[in-house]
């Protein structure tokens, strides 16, 4: 999760450095690639992770929980 972590900051700061039509072509080869292997981390640690101990809304919170 660290270094997929890393990898999204460097994709998206490099994709922020451009302009135009080079900056949403860096989001989406780049930036978009970073934050779904990301959320893979993230979504496993989730399943794994005591409810208590999990720092922030799951997904069925903020879906389903008013």
């Given at each position: 999760m660290y270094?997929?972590?890393n990898a999204l900051e460097v994709a998206d700061s490099e994709a922020l450095s451009l302009s135009g039509?080079?900056?949403?072509?860096a989001f989406r080869e780049n930036v978009l690639p970073a934050m779904e292997l990301l959320r893979a981390d993230v979504d496993g640690a989730?399943?794994?992770t005591?409810?208590?101990c999990w720092p922030?809304?799951?997904y069925g919170e903020l879906m389903f929980k008013i």
């Open positions: 270094e997929h972590c039509f080079e900056q949403a072509k989730e399943r794994i005591a409810e208590d922030v809304s799951t």
